[in-house]
């Protein structure tokens, strides 16, 4: 069972031919599970045509589908792996944790130990409280700073990704309409726009709510100006400012924040603070996390069966101890080696392909598109896709990935040479 060759180029029409025959047993299995699971799965985000891999083993950033093909694991579940699979002192504190017990109707030291540390990284955060999802996290958040200023509308980016929670999605079949009366959409990037978007609606904003750095609109960095000119604007205006750093908390031990050097009120956070595990987080400030504490009259409800588990609140404070400062440095660093490589070998070959960067995240973009448009929304998308695939590679459909801490210098050219390969065989068929 060897790592998929790298693969020549291919005729669009070929592609999926080629990628059938390599995965007959993923076919079978996509079809068994359409029976039962709508589209095949329960996200939406891993089905690329003509079906996903079905994977079964990961070690590293090495990762096996159940034809036995090899590909390495540049995603990471979604950036959420940021030490591989099965890093070996992260599954030593699962099984610890595992064989004292996996989850109890009670609060655990664990769960405490992985707070405290939340809140020693993370200036902005005194008081923090754990979900089972990004979903989950954003959603109290908004209705956290909602209870605070007593107001209920809510501004979002284009192109954010908040979870799936109605307020996020207000757009969506199935959101009553009168949800989306309570959310504006702002334009990234230029504060004069998003201050003429807000006009208008200032007594009743509760929240702005931002990704210092967009996955799902392409890897798009927020500049420390924008970030410090919406901390400034949600005074002025007396709204809260909300940092979700579900996938940008990989960006130093603070957080963008603190590379951005702006505190916001509230802070939500998810993928690599559960090592792997269902887990995510918000919390903020004291006064207005607070309104969530029991003891109190009127306090906000929030519960949940598997909130602050001690098998996940185990694996993430096992990861989070193994991320210090130079580590940070170093998986940045592989990131920039990714985006300079395809940059001289995109530029040899005569062929658009970049990568853009930020942090240890990166996006690959083919032909002319900018920084407002991932590659989801272009053509060759899925070719893309499943060329790296045919590769060795895993990547998110969208050309999305993230760098882990076992990727070597020679993982990363490799993955340069076959992203440009890929982009040759689509200018050039």
Partial sequence: MTRMAVAHPIAADALHDEYRDRTPRSAALFDRATRVLPGGSTRTTVFAPPYPPYLVEGRGIEVLDVDGNRYLDFLGNYTSLILGHAD????????????????????????????????????????????????????????????????????????????????????????????????????????????????????????IVVEPIQGAGGVRAASPELLAGLR????????????????SFRASPGGAQAVAGVRPDLTTLGKIIGGGYPLAAFGGSAEVMDRFDARRAGALTHGGTFNG??????????????????????????????????????????????VDVAASLFQVRLGDQTAASAVATGTGTADLFVRLLLAGFYLAPRGMGAIATPATDADVDALATAVVDSAVSIEQP
């Fill in 309 to 354: 588990n001690p098998v996940a609140a185990a694996a993430g404070l096992a990861t989070l101890g193994q991320l210090t400062p130079p580590v940070y440095d170093e998986l940045a660093a592989r990131a920039g080696r990714l985006r300079d490589a395809v940059e001289i070998r995109a530029r040899e070959a005569g062929v658009s392909v970049r």
């Fill in 232 to 247: 400034a604007l949600a005074d002025r205006v007396g709204a809260l400012l909300i940092f979700d750093e579900i996938i």
């Fill in 88 to 207: 070996p002192a992260v599954v030593a504190a699962v099984e610890a944790q595992v064989r004292r017990g996996s989850a109890f109707g009670a609060p655990s030291e664990v769960e405490v130990a992985l707070a405290e540390e939340l809140v020693h990284r993370i200036d902005s955060v005194e008081r923090v409280r754990f979900t089972n999802s990004g979903t989950e996290a954003t959603m109290f958040a908004i209705r956290a700073a909602r209870a605070a200023t007593g107001r209920s509308t809510i501004a979002i980016f284009e192109r954010a990704y908040h979870g799936t929670h109605d307020t996020v999605v207000a757009t969506s079949p199935g959101v009553p309409a009168s949800v989306g009366g309570h959310v504006l959409t702002l334009p990234w990037g230029d504060l004069d726009d998003v201050q003429r978007a807000i006009a208008g609606h200032e007594s009743d904003l509760a929240a």
